[in-house]
């Protein structure tokens, strides 16, 4: 499961494939450890104190809708509304630690002419699609060189 | 160890107030030390529950002020920092400090000035408490809230309406709070045809952004006397605190508050006691969802009974447990550092039969102060010293 080894969330940043090279395609690091946890995000050690070993690249499992909401009362710099969803990705028959989930917004659907995102429902399956700005950096109280703005917003698997 | 006193007990009028938090803490601590009837120098320690006084208004130090403020050097001051369970913690380090012996006299006082802020800029100071890959997706507090509601609804059958019932209890109850925010009642239709703001929730949900302050004084039980007579002071039987995960979405099971329960086991087993022991209750409903999930977490109903408990009315000012007598922070106000020494305020009051007409029978009182979503909690167990 180990993809790279790291010691920094990752996340929209460019991936190390096994001969150090790097490319422009974003990842979605979680962070793997000795004792084959999986975490999202990367912490310095796992939930059981367990020396961090590598990552994982979620965009390689699929995950399924555990809840979500849409949020009319945003702060500066958020779209609105912001609808949001909690997923919990399938780790494959191997893994038995404890679930792997993200936050994250839920994607525009191209399709709809009001511009909203797409519906989503408790159980539905998703995919991770990359936005480059997920809120405007310095809108709100936060230092925008303190983090990135990236990342990965889910939308629904055909 | 000492077993710790509380022997004064103050808070101010919650809402949209003109002063600003050096004015807040002072109003309020001046009336904890004449309701103790002592002065200023006579504290040893003095703390402060804060969150967030520098985001707010540019007012950094305020331990330092307050002590200025009521003539309180040379006490020793800190500021007590958990987010929405500053005041929380404030007890915890204030009952601490005394039961250590560090400590002969301690007063907390915690306290917030937020309602100068528009509420998306007071939404962002509070979301700050979240982790990067949460903030930058722009979660909010009541964002959580409606997460975490869409799956209890789901997971235990329970109807929307149990959540707006929450709402319309705690509005009754802090009809009789002169220190609250809003007296009013509300109506069950009122509350579900509210505009949407985290779906399934709707701003009848949420508690309101607030100004406001609250103090206790703390000295050893053996000399409580010596300030106050025996029926004017309680005893803290027992306090724990407990944290949990920082990132929200990593907890195993997102309806349980991993710190409610752990904080909840130290207090009970500190005083002695269970949670069927628990006469009355003040709960962390910045949300109504949480009333549902501290109320089970506590121990108080099994887990994904506690809609059913409101809706058979329970948990009312006249039911068997009743919780939030003050209105809670729903109705009260939730002034971020103030809350959860405002919480034990209101179970002092009802532990030492000064309630009013909000007042239940009650020997033993438990106070849930909660901080982001879960993330810090203390629980703390009061008792009447008679």
């Not at chain 1, 702060?75 to 404890?98: C, H, K, Q, S, W």
């Not at chain 2, 529950?49 to 200025?68: C, R, Y």
């Not at chain 2, 937020?114 to 408490?129: C, F, K, N």
């Not at chain 2, 009260?332 to 002092?348: D, M, N, R, W």
Request: proline share 6%.
């Amino acid at each position: 499961m180990n993809d790279t080894n790291a010691d920094e969330t990752n996340e929209g940043g460019t991936n190390a494939d096994t001969n150090g090279e790097t490319s422009d395609e974003p990842t979605f690091e979680a962070a793997e450890y000795a004792d084959g946890t999986v975490t999202y995000p990367p912490h310095p050690v796992g939930p059981n104190g367990a020396e961090r070993t590598g990552t994982v690249d979620l965009r390689a499992h699929e995950a399924r809708v555990v809840t979500w909401t849409t949020s009319t009362a945003t702060p500066p710099g958020v779209r609105e509304p912001n609808t949001l969803a909690i997923v919990e990705f399938e780790m494959g028959e191997g893994y038995d630690g404890p679930p792997v989930r993200a936050l994250g917004q839920v994607a525009v659907d191209p399709d709809d002419p009001d511009g909203g995102t797409f519906d989503v429902a408790i159980g539905d399956r998703v995919e991770p699609v990359h936005a480059d700005e997920l809120r405007e950096p310095g809108a709100g109280i936060r230092e925008p060189a303190s983090q990135s703005w990236d990342g990965f917003r889910f939308r629904p698997v055909e | 160890m000492e077993r710790v006193a509380i022997i004064g007990a103050s808070m101010t009028r919650f809402g949209q107030r003109d002063a600003w938090v050096r004015e807040l803490l002072a109003e309020a601590g001046e009336a904890a030390l004449a309701d103790a009837g002592i002065a200023g120098d006579d504290l040893d320690h003095l703390y402060v529950s804060n969150m967030a006084s520098g985001e707010f208004e540019g007012q950094t130090g305020v331990p330092n002020a307050l002590a200025h403020d009521l003539a309180a050097m040379p006490a020793y001051t800190a500021r007590i920092d958990q987010t929405s369970s500053s005041g929380g913690a404030g007890v915890y380090a204030a009952w601490q400090s005394v039961a250590s012996g560090a400590s002969d006299l301690t007063m907390l006082v915690g306290g917030e000035k937020m309602t100068h802020r528009s509420t998306a800029e007071a939404t962002d100071v509070i979301a700050s408490l979240t982790h990067p890959v949460e903030y930058k997706h722009g979660v909010t507090l009541p964002s959580f809230a409606g997460l975490t509601a869409r799956l209890y609804l789901e997971e235990y059958d329970a109807p929307r309406e149990s959540l707006g019932k929450v709402a319309v209890k705690n509005h009754s109850n802090g009809v009789d709070n002169p220190h609250a925010q809003f007296r009013k009642e509300v109506d069950l239709e009122t509350v579900l045809e509210s505009p949407v703001v985290a779906d399934p929730l709707r701003l009848y949900d949420f508690c309101p952004i607030t100004d406001g302050s609250a103090a206790l004084v703390f000295c050893p039980e053996s000399v409580a006397e010596e300030y106050v007579p025996a029926d004017e002071y309680a005893v803290v039987s027992g306090v724990g605190g407990a944290t949990d995960t920082h990132v929200v979405h990593e907890r195993a099971d997102p309806t349980t508050m991993g710190g409610v329960v752990d904080s909840s086991e130290i207090a009970y087993d500190m005083a002695g006691i269970g949670p069927d022991d628990v006469d009355v209750a003040e709960l962390h409903d910045m949300f109504t969802i949480l009333e549902f999930l501290q109320s089970e977490d506590l121990g108080f109903f099994e887990k994904g009974e506690g809609w059913r408990a409101v809706e058979e009315g329970v948990t009312d000012r006249d039911g068997d447990l009743p919780i939030n007598t003050s209105g809670g922070l729903k109705s009260k106000g939730h002034p971020l550092g103030a809350s959860g020494v405002a919480q034990v305020y209101e179970i002092f009051e009802q532990v030492t039969g000064d309630a009013g007409p909000r007042q239940v029978e009650a020997d033993v009182g438990l106070a849930c102060n909660v901080g982001g979503f879960g993330n810090c909690v203390t629980t703390t167990v009061l008792e009447g010293s008679q």
